[in-house]
């Protein structure tokens, strides 16, 4: 798998690795789905490749084993994975709890002559017992040891944490980024520009809706009725009953990368009149709202839409 992108980010890593440094403590910081694990993947490979070479040589038994590691987490495979690697993830998507921590951090305390790496996932998903007992380990860091915090947010985390770690923060990734992700992923090329126009700098909307290009599509017919009224002032009453008629039956997920989608179209649209650019960020928190209150769909975007053109 190759690490496309985040070039400062990587040459600061390697900077780092390059001190052979007995522990690390890294931070790496950024919007969600930019690949920060898959680097934190490959910086584990890096400390503990037989030859220390950058983010490895990919060829020794250590990095062989990473390598299985990153294909199993990436690419659903079995394979044996490195056995002083722990990746940590919130629970049910929530929390990390002390008894990860605890377990995560026995695993680093043990001793091993290869070193041992700990990646947690949503740091700031941990709650604050979690948080004081990785504190503790991070105050004394074990022998030849590296611990990465991923996290979209540094201020979620303890102050105390942060001041203990080496900050790498990571920039969106460019449409050039994306393009080459997709193209790698295998997605076709047609499909690859419409991700571009709604990724907004990540990977999290165009992976999902890839899957569905439905969900593309009423985001786009929605952004193309508001855009009429924008530039020409025509209301099309017809247009949003029926595309409101076809929302109506979709999940609150759907729902919600529809308005993400619509969002994402009107950042990248220019010269919008700054007074209908309120109102539509007020009318975007009304229909989230109504939405999880469980208004009826079709009720809730005619009403988006008339509140908007009227
Ligand atoms: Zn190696």
């Known amino acids: 798998m190759k690490l496309i992108g985040h070039e400062h980010a990587k040459d600061l890593i390697l900077g780092f690795l390059e001190k052979n440094y007995d522990s690390y403590s890294f931070i790496f910081e950024g919007k969600n789905c930019i690949g920060k694990k898959l680097i934190s993947l490959y910086t584990a490979r890096g400390f503990l490749c037989d030859k220390k070479t950058g983010f490895g040589c990919g060829e020794c038994n250590s990095c062989r084993l990473v390598n299985n590691t990153i294909e199993n987490i ?8 490195h056995p002083n690697i722990k990746v940590i993830l919130p629970q049910d998507n929530k929390t990390i709890k002390i008894d990860q921590i605890r377990e995560a951090i026995k695993f ?4 091993s002559e290869k070193g ?53 923060r990571f920039k969106p990734l460019t449409d050039e980024d994306i393009r080459q992700i997709l193209d790698l992923k295998g997605f076709p090329h047609t499909k690859i520009e419409k991700a571009v126009k709604i990724s907004d700098g ?22 193309n009725l508001l855009v ?7 209301i099309h009453s017809e247009g949003i009953i029926s595309l409101s008629q076809l929302i ?23 010269n919008i009149d700054p007074i209908f650019y309120e109102n539509l960020l007020k009318e975007l928190d009304k229909l989230k709202t109504s ?20």
Not at 74 to 81: F, L, S, T, V, W
Not at 108 to 111: A, D, K, N, S
Not at 135 to 159: A, D, F, R, V, Y
Request: hydrophobic share 40%; glycine share 2%.
């Open 248 to 270: 109506d039956n979709l999940d609150n997920e759907s729902i919600f990368n529809i308005i993400s989608i619509l969002e994402t179209f009107f950042l990248k649209k220019r």
């Open 202 to 223: 990540s990977l999290c909307l165009p992976i999902g809706i890839m899957e569905n290009e439905k969900i593309y599509n009423y985001s786009k017919d929605l952004f």
């Open 74 to 81: 990436y690419e659903n495979q079995d394979k044996n994975p």
């Open 291 to 310: 939405i999880l209150k469980g208004v009826k769909k079709k009720l809730a975007f005619e009403g988006f839409y008339f509140n908007l053109v009227r």
């Open 108 to 111: 680093l305390r043990l001793t």
């Open 116 to 168: 041992k790496v700990l990646i947690i996932d949503e740091a700031e998903k941990m709650n604050v017992e979690a948080s004081n007992a990785l504190l503790k380990t991070l105050e004394e860091p074990p022998q030849n040891s590296m611990l990465i915090l991923i996290t979209s947010n540094h201020n979620k985390l303890l102050p105390t944490i942060v001041s203990r770690c080496k900050k790498i």
């Open 228 to 234: 009429l009224y924008i530039e020409k002032k025509e």
